[in-house]
């Protein structure tokens, strides 16, 4: 089956650009294998694969199509991973239709994700995000999803699907939708309250900029540890760090807080697809937006490369149990600890009998040592109608 993909993709054109002159053999493109060079490839070796969407019919960012062969360049000339791994580039998805393309990403993602391998989409509008949930889902029913936005992209029923809109379109469709999600980095003044009211309407979470940095990113680790799925805008980012984008915007993330999403996002041990999307080439002066997102596509993989196999690959008995017990509300939580790393999770009662394990931060134990209820732990309670 995965030998019919080549009829799938074009092969990626692009000329490397090395990040430095020395070390031939020690930069990422001696870890990648170009698709229509070597088709026979074994999957049971390979452990991401990269994917351009060269289309940008569904955005405002109209040079976005060709960001995957641009990304590249800067990306395969940055250093080698720590660790080995395999990737495989399988090329740019083709597609006469729009639709034809939304299908060909479904069913690949699900072929990839049954394979157990990674796909790191580039390029395109972030209107690709639905293909990909439309895969997760058949693979996962219950999965969650992290996007990586300054807005919400959920519109009213009047508006045909876009970039814009893609949100609403996924999370209306119960074949689609996920079981959690998480808008990560958005920006009170850029959305409605419609917006906000259909987020908070579907037990969704919303995680502000200013909240990021008021609680200090290592409190976003939690949350990127827990999706399965993550779809980033790289319009995201303030204009000074990433000028490719139709709106001049002078606040958002900064260019590292990104890569250390990404790389919190590579290190999840849940995480089976990501997608960057939004960069238009046609204005990104001195190829600066290009770079980022090549080095935050480098810092997903140098996450991957870097796992700790913790859970849900590990055991919680293997880690270290906390039970504390609020007097105040006569109620008991139980933690989990990875001395090694300092990850922890927190166990959340549902109406089964069986529970739920959500990643979290020391800062939600150390609440509860202090009597008071996790926000993180309460807010899952009002999900499960506890």
């Not at 074949?175 to 808008?183: E, G, V």
């Not at 980095?185 to 309250?193: A, H, P, R």
């Not at 990113?217 to 000028?243: G, N, Y």
């Not at 001195?286 to 859970?311: F, K, M, P, T």
Request: aromatic share 10%; glycine share 6%.
């Amino acid at each position: 089956m995965t030998e019919e993909w080549i009829h799938y993709f074009d092969k990626a054109n692009y000329n490397i650009s090395p990040a430095f002159e020395d070390g031939e053999d020690e930069k990422l493109d001696r870890q990648t294998i170009c698709f229509h060079d070597s088709p026979n490839v074994n999957w049971e070796e390979v452990d991401v694969v990269l994917i351009g969407i060269g289309d940008a019919r569904n955005t405002v960012h109209k040079g976005c199509d060709k960001a995957p062969d641009a990304v590249r360049s800067v990306l395969l000339g940055l250093r080698a991973l720590s660790k080995e791994l395999k990737i495989v580039d399988l090329g740019n998805l083709r597609g006469k239709t729009i639709d034809d393309r939304y299908k060909a990403l479904s069913d690949i993602t699900l072929s990839l994700l049954n394979l157990k391998v990674l796909p790191i989409v580039i390029g395109g509008g972030q209107d690709y995000t639905l293909p990909l949930a439309k895969g997760m889902k058949q693979f996962k029913n219950d999965y969650q999803l992290a996007i990586v936005d300054s807005k919400i992209d959920w519109l009213s029923d009047k508006y045909d699907y876009s970039a814009s809109s893609f949100l609403g379109f996924i999370c209306h469709d119960e074949s689609i939708a996920p079981r959690d999600l998480s808008m990560v980095g958005v920006q009170k003044y850029l959305y409605s309250q419609y917006q906000e009211n259909k987020i908070k309407e579907a037990t969704y979470d919303i995680y502000r900029l200013g909240q990021l940095r008021q609680h200090g990113h290592v409190e976003t680790e939690p949350i990127m540890r827990d999706a399965d799925l993550v779809s980033v805008d790289v319009t995201s980012v303030k204009q000074s760090d990433l000028p490719g984008r139709i709106v001049a915007m002078p606040n958002g993330l900064a260019g590292e807080e990104l890569c250390q999403l990404m790389w919190y996002a590579g290190q999840s041990d849940r995480l089976k697809a990501i997608g960057v999307f939004e960069l238009d080439i046609e204005l990104d002066i001195n190829h600066q937006g290009c770079s980022l997102v090549a080095q935050a596509i480098w810092h997903i993989l140098e996450g991957y490369a870097l796992r700790y196999n913790d859970y849900p690959v590990k055991v919680l008995d293997e880690y270290r149990q906390f039970i504390v017990f609020l007097d105040d509300y006569e109620l008991e939580i139980k933690f989990y600890n990875n001395q090694s790393n300092d990850r922890w999770w927190v166990e959340i009662p549902t109406q089964s009998d069986k529970c739920e394990i959500i990643a979290c931060g020391r800062s939600d134990f150390e609440t509860a040592s202090n009597n008071e209820i996790p926000e993180k732990w309460f807010r899952y309670i009002q999900k499960n109608d506890l």
